[in-house]
């Protein structure tokens, strides 16, 4: 089966910027969509972002577009959430996503979940 690291989280105050990075074991990672999402405190866990296997299609929530860029390396099995300019409702534990061909933003398309890593944003 498929293992998923994350790492990258931490605390970071806003305006500021962190790279989570998701490294992937087992399968064959260029055929997975990679999604991130994150769940905040008592809240549902919402979809933040996917990447297509080949990494030429990406697709953003609303709420981060212009601010999240999901990246990967095939070569590293390995993708990335670049984010920037993070605001205090970007707190939240960041999880990573393997997930079948055309997996999009619902959480049940996705077949293999990393731990999670947290993310705090402070003013």
């Known amino acids: 089966q498929v293992q998923l690291v994350e790492s990258g989280g931490g605390a970071v105050q806003a305006g500021g910027s962190l790279r989570l990075s998701c490294a992937a074991s087992?399968?064959?990672?260029?055929?997975?969509?990679m999604g991130w999402f994150r769940q905040a405190p008592v809240k549902e866990r919402e979809f933040v972002a996917v990447?297509?296997?080949?990494?030429?299609?990406?697709y953003y929530a609303d709420s981060v577009k212009g601010r999240f860029t999901i990246s990967r390396d095939n070569a590293k099995n390995t993708v990335y959430l670049q984010m920037n300019n993070l605001k205090l409702e970007d707190t939240a534990v960041y999880y990573c996503?393997?997930?079948?061909?055309?997996?999009?933003?619902?959480?049940?398309?996705?077949?293999?979940w990393g731990q999670g890593t947290q993310v705090t944003v402070s003013s």
């Open positions: 990447i297509r296997g080949s990494g030429t299609y990406t």
């Open positions: 996503a393997a997930g079948r061909v055309g997996a999009y933003y619902s959480d049940y398309q996705y077949d293999y």
């Open positions: 087992g399968g064959t990672f260029s055929s997975y969509n």
